[in-house]
């Protein structure tokens, strides 16, 4: 989801239906070619990577569109990865970047959030206002954003030069980053500023709770973003971030996919590659 001036308009359409509940399953026909890619998983537990393996891969057997996966859970020290430097457009999943940078601009200059600029980014994450996101966006100016990803390692995330936060270059591994940085202590964002953005995370509204915590254990503690774009090219990016706490485990799941027909094709597909990752963890 995004905002476009006159100059790349034509190229670009926002996918703006925040109060669409999108079906677990969707049965269509994308006319790109499918392949079944190979995963990387490595473990602590034994046997869990191959598990692990041998299930995302099934899951992506015969999905249409170019998908890119992460997994990292601090509890068995597991991680999984499919294309982890690839680029996608960010959609509305740069919403979470968008109020790190906030949260530790603010720290910076030692101060809180102001009601307005926490009314802005609740409704930036709980319900994917864009135009909450573009007033913090340009309130902030890529000179401080750049200074977060810096702060952060994310050096594989590319704002976009024209100022559209939709149009951010992400990757898995930077996704992938910035979830740790919200579930874990470290120097570049407070204890604070973590409870908060895991607060929106775990409140984004019914309709936008797609995706990775698709088939999370009832025991689990869930926080989730969530981004998706039609484009002329690439049709449809749909996007899904998500951290996970409970039953023994303490993960994170990030799966960017563009090249879908349709958004709720997209939506499956991610989908799919959450349900045996929380079924897997559940069980090691």
Same mark, same amino acid.
């Given at each position: ?12 359409t ?5 109060? %669409? &509940? ?10 790109a ?8 998983c ?12 041998k ?6 057997a ?21 294309r ?8 509305? %999943?740069?919403?979470? /970047?968008?109020?790190a ?29 864009? /135009?909450?996101?573009?007033? &913090? ?6 000179t401080?954003?750049k200074?977060? &990803? ?19 270059q ?17 120097? %570049? ?8 953005i895991?607060?929106?995370?775990g409140?984004?509204?019914s ?25 002329? /090219? ?26 879908n ?14 349900k045996v ?8």
């Amino acid at each position: 989801m995004t905002h476009l001036n006159s100059r790349r308009a034509g190229a670009l359409t926002a996918a703006l239906g925040a109060a %669409v &509940l999108i079906p677990a399953t969707v049965a269509v026909t994308p006319a790109a070619a499918a392949t079944t890619p190979t995963v990387s998983c490595a473990s602590a537990k034994a046997g869990l990577a191959t598990k692990l393996q041998k299930d995302i891969t099934a899951a992506l057997a015969n999905r249409k569109g170019t998908i890119a996966v992460g997994l990292y859970d601090r509890s068995t020290k597991t991680t999984c990865t499919l294309r982890s430097s690839s680029a996608y457009d960010s959609a509305s %999943v740069v919403k979470v /970047t968008i109020l790190a940078t906030l949260l530790w601009d603010a720290k910076k200059h030692n101060r809180y959030l102001t009601d307005r600029e926490a009314s802005l980014a609740k409704a930036m994450i709980t319900k994917s206002d864009n /135009t909450a996101a573009t007033t &913090l966006w340009k309130q902030l100016g890529l000179t401080k954003i750049k200074g977060f &990803l810096a702060a952060a390692g994310m050096t594989q995330t590319k704002p976009d030069p024209y100022g559209h936060w939709g149009l951010t270059q992400i990757t898995v591994t930077d996704e992938q980053k910035l979830l740790k940085l919200i579930t874990a202590r470290n120097t %570049v964002l407070s204890d604070n500023s973590r409870a908060y953005i895991l607060k929106l995370m775990g409140q984004v509204i019914s309709s936008q709770r797609w995706g990775t915590p698709y088939g999370a254990p009832s025991t689990v503690a869930v926080h989730v973003k969530n981004g998706w774009l039609q484009r002329s /090219t690439h049709g449809w990016r749909v996007h899904s971030v998500g951290t996970f706490n409970g039953g023994g485990h303490d993960y994170m799941i990030t799966v960017l996919t563009h090249g879908n027909s349709t958004m709720s094709y997209g939506v499956t597909t991610i989908q799919g590659i959450a349900k045996v990752i929380h079924r897997d963890l559940a069980a090691s």
